[in-house]
């Protein structure tokens, strides 16, 4: 079976652009949650999905925002980029709600900012 | 906001010596998790503790968490190359939340 797969696994962008990534989840899981990594840190949580709906939102401002779409796929979109947005992206799936059990990481996305 | 700390930043050990790497929170956790990193890959689960003071082993990894579920830590004795790599435990505050990572080097 396939894991969690994430697209695009690498991306520049300048300052001020839009950028989305996207996030399949293992199959059957329906739970979906976001991180940033940034270099030599542990990964931070920016949001939760699960069945579709927001189940919990970390310390990120507006300009993240995110979706789960029926087959559970999901996207990460950034709104008006800046140099401090540079990360690694990690998309996580789970089976249940995302409070228990097993977090299955993707490979990310490498997204810098110039 | 929830903060998990993790203790120490940096490890650098001979092959065959011991490691512990230590998380504490300020409140009381759900479970908690561990996590390996290799360079340039993506978090892998080691293992979930769930009770007070349970201890897990894995070989040469031991698991322990603290009697009032805030503190944690992952020994691996007698560490080998393959065990090279960042550490995180992640603390369920109602969502996973990680600590900054202790990175092993092992010199063969």
């Known amino acids: 079976d396939a894991g969690v797969t994430q697209s695009p696994t690498h991306l520049i962008k300048t300052r001020g652009q839009q950028v989305t990534l996207r996030c399949s989840p293992i199959?059957?899981?329906?739970?979906v949650s976001w991180y940033q990594q940034v270099l030599g840190q542990g990964p931070q949580f920016i949001f939760q999905?699960?069945?579709?709906?927001?189940?919990g939102r970390g310390n990120f401002p507006d300009r993240f925002s995110a979706r789960q779409f029926p087959n559970y796929s999901s996207e990460l979109n950034v709104n008006a980029l800046l140099l401090g947005d540079s990360a690694l992206y990690l998309c996580a799936s789970s089976s249940g709600r995302g409070n228990t059990g097993e977090l299955f990481f993707g490979e990310g996305s490498r997204l810098t900012v110039l | 906001g929830q903060q998990v700390m993790q203790i120490p930043q940096y490890q650098h050990v001979q092959e065959g010596e011991d490691f512990t790497t230590y998380c504490n929170s300020s409140?009381?956790?759900?479970?908690i998790q561990w996590y390996k990193q290799r360079p340039g890959g993506h978090p892998v689960f080691l293992i979930q503790l769930v009770k007070s003071g349970e201890v897990k082993k894995q070989k040469r990894l031991t698991f322990q968490f603290g009697e009032a579920k805030k503190n944690s830590s992952l020994h691996i004795t007698a560490t080998q190359t393959t065990d090279v790599g960042t550490y995180f435990c992640a603390g369920n505050f109602n969502k996973f939340y990680f600590g900054s990572g202790t990175k092993l080097n092992v010199k063969p």
């Open positions: 409140t009381t956790l759900s479970n």
């Open positions: 199959s059957g899981h329906k739970s």
């Open positions: 999905y699960y069945e579709k709906e927001e189940r």
